[in-house]
C-alpha cells in the first residue's frame, strides 16, 4: 500500500497579499533577519539598509566600532533619511528634508531652525533594534527581546554552528550579485531543501555534487550535514576546480565537501573549498523576491592582483538562474484555481520540516 505524501501549503499561502502581510509581521518583523557582511560597515560613516518585510532597517558603526541598527525613519516628519547603502558618508545621519542630524548610536544632535527650548533631543532619538554580528554576518531582529543568535541558530541548524571553525570572518567579498525573482520566498526555501529536481534542472551541479544525482540532500554516511564533491574537486565550478587558494582555516575533509545551511527565513550558506557563499533572500511581495549574493574569500586571494573568481561566480549564477526558472514556474502554477496544495515526498522532510516551522511561527490566518 502506498504511503500517504505530506501535502504542501495551500496556493494561496505563495500568493495572496493577506498572507505576504502576516508573513511580514509575524516572521521578518520577529525573526533574526540575515542584513548582510559586517564589512559593508567597517568604517565610521558607512551605511547598509536592508529592507525587513516593508522596513527600512540602517546599519552604522560607530566610532568606538560599536553596531546600531535604527529605523531609517526621522522623528521630526517621519522622511526616510537615506536612500542606498555605502561608504564616507560622514559620522552624522542627517535628514535630507529638514537636516534633523543624528549620532551614529542613535542620538538627536541637531535640529536647525527649531530652537533648543522647543524640544528635548534626548526624548526623541532614532528607533532602534537589535543587531549582533555572527562570523561576519549582521543580523537585524525588531522584536523586542530576541534571543541572542547563536542560540537561534542552535535552534534552526546546530551543525551551522560548526561552521565557526572556519572563522568566516576572516573572509571578504569578492563579488557581489543580485537578481529578481518572480517567487515566493517560501518557494524559494523549498527548492533549496530539496534536491529531487537536482538531476533534471542542475546537471552541471549533479557532476561536482554526486549525491545530487540521486536527488539526495544529506548524506547519511556524514554526521557533519556535508555531503562530498567529486573526487579531486574543491570549488563551485564547471570543473569542480577553480583558480583560487583553499581557505586556510579548512581541513582536507572541508576542502572536499560542500556543506549548507538555510537560516530561515532568508539566508543561505554555502561552502566549498575555495569559497563561502552568502545569499540574502528580501521579499518584496508574495511574488516577487530579491536574491543577493556574497561571493566570500580568503582575504590574502582578494587582495591579490590577478584575483579572479569568474570560475565560482558562472558556475553559481548558472545554478541560480536554473533554480530562479523553476521558482518563477512554480509561482505561476499554485497561482492557478486548479491548485489548492501540492504534496511532498520523503526525501523533501526539510521541506516538511520548513513547512511545520512556518507554520507555527505565522499562526492562523484572521487570527
Given at each position: 500500500m502506498a504511503i500517504a505524501m505530506t501535502p504542501t501549503?495551500?496556493?494561496?499561502?505563495?500568493?495572496?497579499?493577506?498572507?505576504?502581510?502576516?508573513?511580514?509581521?509575524?516572521?521578518?518583523?520577529?525573526?533574526?533577519?540575515?542584513?548582510?557582511?559586517?564589512?559593508?560597515?567597517?568604517?565610521?560613516?558607512?551605511?547598509?539598509?536592508v529592507d525587513v518585510g516593508g522596513e527600512s532597517i540602517l546599519v552604522v558603526r560607530d566610532r568606538e566600532g560599536e553596531l546600531h541598527a535604527h529605523y531609517n525613519v526621522c522623528r521630526h516628519?517621519?522622511?526616510?533619511?537615506?536612500?542606498?547603502?555605502?561608504?564616507?558618508?560622514?559620522?552624522?545621519?542627517?535628514?535630507p528634508y529638514h537636516a534633523w542630524s543624528y549620532a551614529l548610536d542613535g542620538r538627536l544632535v541637531a535640529t536647525p531652525h527649531v530652537g533648543k527650548d522647543e524640544l528635548d533631543r534626548d526624548q526623541f532619538p532614532?528607533?532602534?533594534?537589535?543587531?549582533?554580528?555572527?562570523?561576519?554576518?549582521?543580523?537585524?531582529?525588531?522584536?523586542?527581546?530576541?534571543?541572542?543568535v547563536r542560540d537561534w541558530i542552535v535552534d534552526q541548524d546546530p551543525n551551522a554552528l560548526a561552521y565557526e571553525r572556519l572563522e568566516m570572518d576572516r573572509l571578504r567579498i569578492g563579488r557581489r550579485t543580485s537578481c529578481d525573482v518572480a517567487a515566493n520566498w517560501k518557494i524559494l526555501l523549498?527548492?533549496?531543501?530539496?534536491?529531487?529536481?537536482?538531476?533534471?534542472?542542475h546537471p552541471e551541479l549533479t557532476n561536482i555534487i554526486p549525491l545530487h544525482r540521486q536527488g539526495d540532500v544529506i548524506d547519511p554516511t556524514r554526521t557533519d550535514g556535508g555531503t562530498w564533491l567529486a573526487e579531486g574537486a574543491d570549488s563551485f565550478s564547471l570543473d569542480g576546480r577553480a583558480p583560487l587558494p583553499v581557505?586556510?582555516?579548512?581541513?582536507?575533509?572541508?576542502?572536499?565537501?560542500?556543506?549548507?545551511?538555510?537560516?530561515?527565513?532568508?539566508?543561505?550558506?554555502?561552502i566549498t573549498g575555495t569559497s563561502v557563499l552568502a545569499t540574502q533572500l528580501i521579499p518584496k511581495g508574495p511574488d516577487c523576491t530579491q536574491i543577493d549574493v556574497d561571493?566570500?574569500?580568503?582575504?590574502?586571494?582578494?587582495?591579490?592582483?590577478?584575483?579572479?573568481?569568474?570560475?565560482?561566480?558562472?558556475?553559481?549564477?548558472?545554478v541560480l538562474v536554473q533554480d530562479n526558472a523553476v521558482c518563477e514556474r512554480t509561482q505561476r502554477g499554485v497561482a492557478s484555481r486548479s491548485f489548492d496544495h501540492g504534496y511532498f515526498a520523503e526525501r523533501d522532510s526539510l521541506?516538511?520540516?520548513f513547512t511545520e516551522r512556518y507554520l507555527a511561527d505565522r499562526g492562523p490566518v484572521g487570527a
Amino acid at each position: 500500500m502506498a504511503i500517504a505524501m505530506t501535502p504542501t501549503l495551500p496556493g494561496e499561502d505563495y500568493c495572496s497579499p493577506e498572507i505576504y502581510r502576516l508573513d511580514c509581521d509575524r516572521i521578518f518583523h520577529r525573526q533574526w533577519f540575515y542584513a548582510g557582511r559586517a564589512e559593508r560597515v567597517d568604517h565610521v560613516g558607512d551605511r547598509l539598509l536592508v529592507d525587513v518585510g516593508g522596513e527600512s532597517i540602517l546599519v552604522v558603526r560607530d566610532r568606538e566600532g560599536e553596531l546600531h541598527a535604527h529605523y531609517n525613519v526621522c522623528r521630526h516628519r517621519g522622511s526616510q533619511l537615506c536612500d542606498a547603502s555605502g561608504s564616507g558618508f560622514g559620522a552624522a545621519i542627517t535628514c535630507p528634508y529638514h537636516a534633523w542630524s543624528y549620532a551614529l548610536d542613535g542620538r538627536l544632535v541637531a535640529t536647525p531652525h527649531v530652537g533648543k527650548d522647543e524640544l528635548d533631543r534626548d526624548q526623541f532619538p532614532l528607533r532602534s533594534v537589535a543587531v549582533e554580528d555572527w562570523q561576519g554576518f549582521l543580523f537585524v531582529n525588531l522584536a523586542d527581546d530576541p534571543p541572542t543568535v547563536r542560540d537561534w541558530i542552535v535552534d534552526q541548524d546546530p551543525n551551522a554552528l560548526a561552521y565557526e571553525r572556519l572563522e568566516m570572518d576572516r573572509l571578504r567579498i569578492g563579488r557581489r550579485t543580485s537578481c529578481d525573482v518572480a517567487a515566493n520566498w517560501k518557494i524559494l526555501l523549498e527548492n533549496y531543501a530539496e534536491c529531487l529536481h537536482c538531476p533534471q534542472v542542475h546537471p552541471e551541479l549533479t557532476n561536482i555534487i554526486p549525491l545530487h544525482r540521486q536527488g539526495d540532500v544529506i548524506d547519511p554516511t556524514r554526521t557533519d550535514g556535508g555531503t562530498w564533491l567529486a573526487e579531486g574537486a574543491d570549488s563551485f565550478s564547471l570543473d569542480g576546480r577553480a583558480p583560487l587558494p583553499v581557505i586556510d582555516t579548512m581541513t582536507a575533509q572541508d576542502a572536499n565537501s560542500y556543506q549548507a545551511s538555510c537560516l530561515y527565513p532568508n539566508m543561505f550558506i554555502d561552502i566549498t573549498g575555495t569559497s563561502v557563499l552568502a545569499t540574502q533572500l528580501i521579499p518584496k511581495g508574495p511574488d516577487c523576491t530579491q536574491i543577493d549574493v556574497d561571493y566570500l574569500f580568503d582575504a590574502d586571494a582578494v587582495a591579490a592582483e590577478d584575483f579572479d573568481p569568474s570560475a565560482v561566480v558562472d558556475f553559481t549564477e548558472l545554478v541560480l538562474v536554473q533554480d530562479n526558472a523553476v521558482c518563477e514556474r512554480t509561482q505561476r502554477g499554485v497561482a492557478s484555481r486548479s491548485f489548492d496544495h501540492g504534496y511532498f515526498a520523503e526525501r523533501d522532510s526539510l521541506c516538511v520540516e520548513f513547512t511545520e516551522r512556518y507554520l507555527a511561527d505565522r499562526g492562523p490566518v484572521g487570527a
